[in-house]
């Protein structure tokens, strides 16, 4: 039986997290079922939140290939961003940052403060579709410190073991009966990374649970496609790991993405994630508009079609926990223009996305 630790052997890990992340019940008012949390917004001391599996891998893989310089992208308060200039950070790299704008909120400005006081090198570029040129340019500019180019959302094969690990982590809480086989388990979907991770892994135990992947992006970062194409990947990067692994199609069978929680669009509130906000916040878990609540509504919403659900379920909470506090001062003089304006005060938009 393949344990995390054997992901090891094939693929180099930098253990960066604080790990098992617990699993508790989870008592909804109102609600029957046999619900349970796993509360990876435990799973750093520094900063919590799903990608610290990612870069668990992410940034071994950097190590491994000599980069001196991790590079990634994101909008301007991405989690993702902030998290690999955390953890990268930590582990000595230097940090390049591609952002396009978003609405600049507090949290926004305090996300961009954070990576500003670590150093980061941060290039805001006017549209989303100018991330990917600007990547290559950040790789031609620092040829010298060998880049490492994370996508965004550290969902590329080596970051999605980080959740081929936690399933299998999981599936060990399981054996020592924190918890029962969860029948379903609900999670956000963004760049996909987390929930395919997670079927790999369940896959790979050949245990009947199902993943119920709640869609929180356009159907141009998640799709069905996207979803086989990171499966094969990630499958391919295993290879060695076990004389057989699971298929595509066997992944695939117990991974469904649910369309039908993201409403008008990426972090756009919708009437279903707000009730879950205020039904979750009464059992003591705090979500956030644009990821945890919509997948909470999802999982609201299957206990009620088609009758009671036929055993326990599981909501992957995924949450980015416990930002710093950002330096106190004024901006360092090398902080460019387009930085300087989100983060002073008075700015309201990079643009009218
Ligand atoms: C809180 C939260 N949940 C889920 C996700 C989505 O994870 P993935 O991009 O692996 O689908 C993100 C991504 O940024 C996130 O911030």
Redesign the pocket.
């Known amino acids: 039986m393949i344990h995390a630790p054997d992901l090891e052997e094939v693929f180099p890990r930098i253990p960066l997290g604080t790990f098992p992340t617990p699993v508790t019940r989870l008592d909804l008012p109102g609600v029957a079922g046999d619900l349970w949390v796993k509360r990876d917004d435990r799973s750093g001391d520094e900063y919590g939140?799903?990608k610290v599996r990612k870069l668990e891998f992410l940034l071994a893989v950097a190590r491994r290939e000599g980069a001196g310089r991790v590079v990634t992208a994101g909008a301007l308060g991405?989690?993702?961003a902030l998290a690999t200039t955390v953890y990268g950070h930590r582990l000595g790299f230097g940090v390049s940052l591609v952002l396009c704008p978003q609405k600049v909120t507090d949290e926004v400005r305090h996300v961009l403060k954070l990576e500003v006081d670590r150093g980061a090198e941060i290039r805001i570029v006017p549209r989303m579709e100018l991330i990917p040129p600007a990547l290559v340019l950040q790789r031609i500019l620092r040829r010298r410190e060998r880049p490492y180019v994370i996508p965004p959302?550290g969902?590329n094969a080596a970051g999605t073991l980080g959740y081929v690990r936690a399933a299998l982590e999981l599936l060990d809480q399981v054996d020592a009966g924190e918890l029962p086989l969860p029948d379903t388990i609900h999670v956000?979907?963004?760049?996909?990374?987390?929930?395919v991770g997670l079927a790999v892994g369940l896959s790979l135990r050949k245990v009947p649970t199902r993943v119920k992947a709640v869609r929180v992006v356009g159907t141009l970062v998640?799709n069905e496609r996207g979803l086989k194409r990171l499966a094969r990947d990630t499958l391919q990067a295993m290879s060695g790991l076990a004389p057989t692994l699971p298929s595509v199609n066997e992944v695939l069978a117990r991974l469904e993405l649910r369309h039908d929680q993201v409403g008008p669009g990426y972090a756009k509130p919708t009437a279903h994630a707000r009730e879950a906000m205020t039904r979750f916040g009464r059992a003591g878990l705090e979500l956030?508009p644009t990821?945890?609540a919509k997948t909470a509504a999802g999982l609201l919403s299957s206990l009620e079609e088609g009758g009671k659900p036929s055993g326990a379920q599981l909501y992957w909470h995924?949450?980015?926990h416990g930002l710093p506090e950002a330096l106190a001062g004024a901006l360092p003089a090398e902080v460019p223009e387009g930085v300087r304006r989100v983060l002073e005060p008075g700015a309201e938009r990079v643009d009218d996305r």
């Open positions: 939140g799903n991405s989690h993702h959302g969902s956000a979907c963004g760049t996909m990374g987390t929930a998640a956030d990821y945890t995924t949450l980015s």
